[in-house]
């Protein structure tokens, strides 16, 4: 696929990997459709930012734990006669949660936003693709889907189903779109990582350092200009996965 003058919707895009991802694809020449759900201000200025590439961005706010706010997203777009040419699902939830005191309420929150979201999306507009000129569907999981966290139970079982659902979904939508999964590994720091945990992160790395969020937009990119890459799951890990 040609990345210019395709139209991406990237979801989670106001901030972090999601946000590096639409400035990707904005600086090759696509016009982005902006998914936020509560970081409005966050996503205004990515929007300014988009607009210097010379691109169309479109912003759009959504709680896609919510099916009746993803099918209100995909109506809007469809007024406002938006295609759909790339679909990256790329926003998520993520805190703690361990074992003693996950709730039935954090398995739902981490399903519907993690899991639930990304396949009511890609039901609606991968059929759409199907049924048009076709398009590509890129999933960001976690390596975690496949080698859990400690602590992260509910996360990393929504992620694994992500890995799943790229899989169902490259099969069922074959083949006029494609459906792909990117599994990062450490590639932005978290928040309250302390000193000793973020040596030990690097320690355990083959690499020996951390990613950024730029290296997920480039496997994004080599994904989208793929063509013969289909169900597939690129673990962008420095080697963290087999250390």
């Known amino acids: ?6 139209t991406a919707l990237v979801t989670g895009a106001a901030k972090r ?4 991802i639409a400035l990707h694809l904005a600086s090759r020449g696509a016009d982005i459709v902006l998914h936020y759900r509560s970081s409005e201000a966050e996503a205004k200025k990515t929007s300014e930012e988009i607009a210097k590439f010379g691109v169309r961005c479109h912003m759009t706010r959504a709680d896609l734990a919510k099916s009746a706010d993803i099918s209100a997203m995909v109506t809007e777009l469809e007024k406002k006669k938006i295609g759909v040419d790339i679909l990256v699902n790329s926003a998520s939830l993520f805190y703690k949660t361990p074992l003693s005191k996950v709730k039935e309420s954090d398995w739902d929150a981490f399903l519907d936003s993690n899991l639930k979201g990304p396949f009511l999306l890609s039901q609606a507009l991968g059929q759409k693709m199907a049924g048009g000129n076709g398009g590509k569907i890129i999933n960001i999981a976690d390596w975690s889907g496949f080698r859990p966290y400690k602590n992260y139970m509910p996360y990393c079982v929504s992620k694994g189903g992500l890995i799943t659902l790229t899989k169902s979904l490259a099969r069922d ?6 459906v792909n999964a990117i599994a990062p590994g450490p590639v932005l720091q978290p928040e309250n990582l302390s000193a000793e945990e973020n040596a030990e992160v690097v320690k355990k790395t083959l690499l020996g350092r951390w990613g950024t969020p730029q290296d997920i937009a480039n496997a994004v990119s080599f994904l989208l200009e793929s063509d013969f890459i289909n169900g597939f799951l690129l673990v962008v890990d420095g080697g963290r996965s087999i250390a």
């Open 1 to 6: 696929m040609e990345i210019r003058g395709k």
């Open 17 to 20: 990997v999601g946000r590096e």
């Open 173 to 178: 939508l074959a083949p006029k779109v494609y």
